[in-house]
C-alpha cells in the first residue's frame, strides 16, 4: 500500500504553492516539482510547532538554491505532463502560453479542443490522426483545402484527444512572419490556424514529432482573461463550447 504523506509535511508543500501562485501564473504553480522538506524540516514543523515554524521552513524552502532552479527550470518550456491531461483542460491552460518554432515566438490566444467528439480527427480521420490517439505532447500537423497546415498538440494519455491552435500574438521574429505572409498587419500575422501555420512556418515534417524538438511551449508570465465558445468551422457537435481565447484581443481570429 502506498505511503501517506505526513500531515505536517503536505502542510509546508500547501503553503509553499500558496505563495508561489500569489506571483505566478497557473502554469507555474501546477508544474513546480514536488517540495521535499528534509527530515530536519519536518521535525522544526511537527504537530506541536504551529505556525510560526511552518512560515519558518517556508521560508527556508523557497530561498533554497535547489528551489531556485526548479522554479526557473519551470519557468522555462512547458514538461511533457502538461499534456497528458484532459484535452479541454490542457487547450484552457495553453491561453497566454508562448509558442516557440526557430526565430520566431508568439502567445497563444486562441485554441479549440477536439476528442471524442464528432467532429475529432479521431472519429472523421482515424487512420490519419493516429497520433492524436496514441500520444500526448507531440505535434500534429495536417493539410486542408489543398492550400493550409494546422497545428494540433496531442492530449490526454489516457484516450483521443489533441488541441488546435487557432491564434498567437506574434511577439518575436516578426520580419520573418512578415516576409512568410506577404503583409504587414500584425493582427492579420497569426490570426487563424492557416495563417498561424504559415507565418511560424509550419508544415507536414513537424507532424508526429515530440513538443520540444522544432516546437516548443514556453510557460507564460500572466494570467489571461479567457472566454468560451462553440468551435468554428465544423458541421458536427457544433453545440459543445470548447473554443478559448483570450477576451478582448485583437490577435484573437474570430
Request: charged share 25%; hydrophobic share 35%; aromatic share 8%.
Amino acid at each position: 500500500m502506498e505511503e501517506k504523506e505526513p500531515l505536517n509535511s503536505r502542510r509546508v508543500r500547501t503553503a509553499v504553492s500558496a505563495q508561489i501562485s500569489e506571483t505566478m501564473s497557473p502554469q507555474i504553480s501546477l508544474f513546480l516539482l514536488p517540495v521535499q522538506v528534509t527530515q530536519a524540516n519536518q521535525a522544526t514543523c511537527n504537530e506541536s510547532s504551529g505556525d510560526g515554524a511552518r512560515a519558518t521552513v517556508v521560508s527556508k524552502i523557497i530561498s533554497s538554491g535547489q528551489f531556485r532552479r526548479n522554479l526557473q527550470s519551470k519557468m522555462g518550456y512547458l514538461p511533457a505532463d502538461f499534456f497528458s491531461r484532459d484535452t479541454l483542460t490542457v487547450a484552457r491552460d495553453l491561453i497566454g502560453t508562448l509558442l516557440v518554432v526557430g526565430a520566431c515566438e508568439g502567445r497563444i490566444v486562441e485554441t479549440e479542443a477536439y476528442t471524442t467528439d464528432a467532429a475529432s480527427h479521431s472519429v472523421t480521420r482515424p487512420n490519419q490522426s493516429a497520433v492524436m490517439q496514441t500520444t500526448s505532447g507531440h505535434v500534429y500537423v495536417y493539410f486542408i483545402y489543398g492550400m493550409y497546415y494546422c497545428l494540433n498538440f496531442t492530449t490526454d494519455s489516457a484516450g483521443a484527444g489533441a488541441v488546435l491552435i487557432r491564434a498567437a500574438e506574434p511577439t518575436r521574429g516578426l520580419d520573418v512572419m512578415k516576409e512568410r505572409r506577404g503583409i504587414d498587419d500584425m493582427r492579420k500575422l497569426a490570426s487563424g490556424p492557416g495563417r498561424l501555420c504559415e507565418a511560424f512556418g509550419i508544415d507536414l515534417s513537424f507532424n508526429r514529432e515530440r513538443i520540444g524538438r522544432r516546437i516548443k511551449v514556453k510557460i507564460g508570465a500572466t494570467t489571461p482573461d479567457i472566454a468560451i465558445s462553440k468551435r468554428i468551422g465544423i458541421s458536427r457537435d457544433t453545440h459543445l463550447e470548447w473554443r478559448f481565447y483570450e477576451r478582448n484581443c485583437p490577435f484573437v481570429s474570430k
